[in-house]
């Protein structure tokens, strides 16, 4: 059974940071692309950052370009995303999810995992 369990999210003022963890079990973590989407409250789920199996390649939204960093350990079977300059509107459930496919050009929706976790949830306060 496939089991990805978010951790690290809470609340936070504008401009500090978090990083994220996610730990993956019941799949072959260095056969899979790793990914974080978010959805905020009333709003569509939204493709945040992605980073392939061998870590060689990494995409992001425009909205977090150059602020957000997705990492992995394959030996740990865990992903990361550190966030820094965090701003209200980053405010969220952020979900980590697994793909058999990296996309060039991800979905907006993150439609292309096949798995997620439960979600963890990211406040960022004025």
């Known amino acids: 059974q496939v089991q990805l369990v978010e951790s690290g999210g809470g609340l936070v003022q504008a401009g500090g940071s978090l990083r994220l963890s996610c730990v993956a079990s019941g799949l072959t973590f260095r056969s899979v692309h790793m990914g974080w989407v978010r959805q905020a409250t009333g709003k569509e789920r939204e493709f945040v950052a992605a980073?392939?199996?061998?870590?060689?390649?990494?995409r992001y939204s425009d909205s977090v370009k150059g602020r957000f960093t997705i990492s992995r350990d394959n030996d740990n079977n865990t992903v990361y995303l550190h966030m820094n300059s965090l701003k209200p509107e980053d405010t969220a459930v952020y979900y980590c999810?697994?793909?058999?496919?990296?996309?060039?050009?991800?979905?907006?929706?993150?439609?292309?995992?096949?798995?997620w976790g439960p979600g963890t949830q990211v406040t960022v306060s004025l």
């Open positions: 980073i392939s199996r061998k870590s060689v390649s990494t």
């Open positions: 999810a697994a793909a058999l496919q990296f996309s060039v050009v991800p979905s907006e929706r993150g439609t292309e995992y096949g798995y």
